[in-house]
């Protein structure tokens, strides 16, 4: 082989070799790049429908068919007792202040509700509408609104008679005592409606002749009553209660509530031993 073929030899396997060398360059680069590139996991999001406002909402108000929409959101951010049908909403009176797009549950909505511009009450066969009066402390202070979940505690006075001597010393029949309870009567009682009395409130007077800042006087509501849906035995032993002048308190419960509380009558000897109080001689 001459020179000048060694020479053209030597330059095509050196251009050969170069040629890999970019190709295997390249490999290596873009080997580099997909290990540096974050792995996108495809993960389908499941949801769920639920019902949100669509402008806010106050105490008492009454859902219109605008005031609601449905819409989708991931199944982890709904809550269980969230509500997924606009029938289940539209007509219904809720029991808090709520805002455009908070979702709708079912603890937020007030049964029964106000259909014909007047109070209509939606009752089972198996209840009866009790109207309780609203002279405690928590209803002076119209702490206790409709749809709220309330206990109701009492504290009567009770004849009690001696178990065993029916005599006294001198041979007279023994005189029944009367002893103080105070008990639970009712827990979980949901408030039906209230009977309110409108009180108007006095205008500002005194005021300087043209002037313009003056405000209206808004209403003061003042509860009279509860109406309270309850079992034909039940509104007969708190009718019994209210006719022997039973001192009624109200206590009022978490919105979303469910427990039964195990509660024990408290007296007089039950004062006494829960304190470790002695009685002087």
Not at 85 to 96: C, D
Not at 111 to 137: K, M, Q, R, S, Y
Not at 160 to 175: C, D, F, L, N, R
């Given at each position: 082989?001459?020179?000048?073929?060694?020479?053209?030899?030597?330059?095509?396997?050196?251009?050969?070799?170069?040629?890999?060398?970019?190709?295997?360059?390249?490999?290596?680069?873009?080997?580099?790049?997909?290990?540096?590139?974050?792995?996108?996991?495809?993960?389908?999001?499941v949801k769920t429908t639920v019902v949100v406002l669509?402008?806010?909402?106050?105490?008492?108000?009454?859902?219109?068919?605008?005031?609601?929409?449905?819409?989708?959101?991931?199944?982890?951010?709904?809550?269980?007792?969230?509500?997924?049908?606009?029938?289940?909403?539209?007509?219904?009176?809720?029991?808090?202040?709520?805002?455009?797009?908070?979702?709708?549950?079912?603890?937020?909505?007030?049964?029964?509700?106000?259909?014909?511009?007047?109070?209509?009450?939606?009752?089972?066969?198996?209840?009866?509408?009790?109207?309780?009066?609203?002279?405690?402390?928590?209803?002076?202070?119209?702490?206790?609104?409709?749809?709220?979940?309330?206990?109701?505690?009492?504290?009567?006075?009770?004849?009690?008679?001696?178990?065993?001597?029916?005599?006294?010393?001198?041979?007279?029949?023994?005189?029944?005592?009367?002893?103080?309870?105070?008990?639970?009567?009712?827990?979980?009682?949901?408030?039906?409606?209230?009977?309110?009395?409108?009180?108007?409130?006095?205008?500002?007077?005194?005021?300087?002749?043209?002037?313009?800042?003056?405000?209206?006087?808004?209403?003061?509501?003042?509860?009279?009553?509860?109406?309270?849906?309850?079992?034909?035995?039940?509104?007969?032993?708190?009718?019994?209660?209210?006719?022997?002048?039973?001192?009624?308190?109200?206590?009022?419960?978490?919105?979303?509530?469910?427990?039964?509380?195990?509660?024990?009558?408290?007296?007089?000897?039950?004062i006494i031993e829960f304190y470790g109080l002695e009685?002087?001689?």
């Amino acid at each position: 082989m001459s020179n000048k073929n060694k020479a053209v030899f030597i330059i095509v396997v050196g251009l050969i070799l170069v040629v890999i060398g970019i190709f295997a360059s390249i490999l290596l680069v873009n080997r580099y790049r997909a290990n540096q590139a974050p792995v996108a996991v495809a993960e389908e999001t499941v949801k769920t429908t639920v019902v949100v406002l669509t402008r806010d909402l106050f105490l008492g108000d009454k859902i219109a068919a605008t005031d609601v929409e449905l819409a989708s959101v991931p199944a982890e951010v709904a809550p269980r007792n969230a509500i997924d049908t606009l029938e289940e909403v539209v007509g219904k009176m809720i029991k808090t202040d709520l805002v455009q797009g908070e979702m709708v549950l079912s603890h937020n909505l007030v049964d029964p509700t106000n259909n014909i511009n007047d109070l209509g009450f939606i009752l089972g066969e198996e209840h009866v509408l009790i109207a309780f009066p609203a002279g405690d402390l928590m209803s002076l202070e119209s702490m206790v609104q409709r749809g709220d979940i309330v206990d109701i505690f009492a504290t009567f006075k009770e004849e009690v008679k001696a178990i065993g001597e029916t005599t006294t010393t001198t041979g007279e029949s023994a005189e029944p005592e009367m002893r103080t309870f105070t008990v639970d009567t009712f827990q979980k009682v949901g408030v039906t409606a209230l009977v309110v009395e409108v009180i108007e409130q006095e205008s500002n007077t005194g005021l300087i002749q043209g002037d313009t800042n003056q405000t209206t006087a808004k209403p003061k509501p003042r509860i009279r009553a509860y109406l309270l849906a309850m079992k034909p035995q039940d509104a007969l032993i708190l009718k019994h209660l209210k006719d022997i002048d039973a001192i009624f308190d109200i206590v009022l419960r978490a919105p979303t509530s469910t427990v039964q509380f195990d509660l024990t009558p408290v007296t007089e000897e039950y004062i006494i031993e829960f304190y470790g109080l002695e009685i002087l001689p």
